[in-house]
């Protein structure tokens, strides 16, 4: 049943934003953006950390997954730390998905051209 929830919600927060997108002027950036701070929100709340619990890794895949691991991160950081840790701990938990968007990137832009 796990499976269906962590379908459900990942494909609900898609559907929400393709909602925003066809019927706004916001932008692709400006979506994402907001859906970071959804996840920030969420998890300040400490309600992200429930809907994990409840869903799975489907609450894990969206872009407001980001955002929770970022405040997730730095709150750890800072109460291990304090200030400095603030920074070392949102970038900890963060640091391997960033390495890999811009690994992948690189080795995808040497084999596809972009249309013009």
């Known amino acids: 049943m796990i499976y269906i929830y962590s379908f459900l919600f990942a494909g609900f927060i898609s559907m929400i934003g393709q909602l925003i997108l ?11 953006s907001l859906f970071v701070i959804i996840g920030s929100a969420l998890d300040i709340f400490n309600i992200y950390d429930k809907i994990v619990t409840y869903v799975g ?5 969206p872009i407001t997954s980001f955002g929770h691991l970022l405040i997730h991160g730095g709150m750890v950081g800072a109460s291990q730390s304090g200030f400095i840790g603030l920074a070392m701990g949102m970038f900890d938990l963060t640091a391997s998905g960033i390495t890999s968007a811009i690994f992948f990137s690189f080795i995808f832009s ?5 249309k013009d």
Do not use: S, W, Y
């Not at 890794?57 to 895949?61: D, R």
């Not at 040497?110 to 972009?114: A, E």
């Open 22 to 32: 066809d019927n706004t002027k916001l932008t692709p950036g400006h979506i994402t």
């Open 110 to 114: 040497l084999f596809f051209r972009p």
């Open 57 to 61: 890794g489907g609450a894990l895949v």
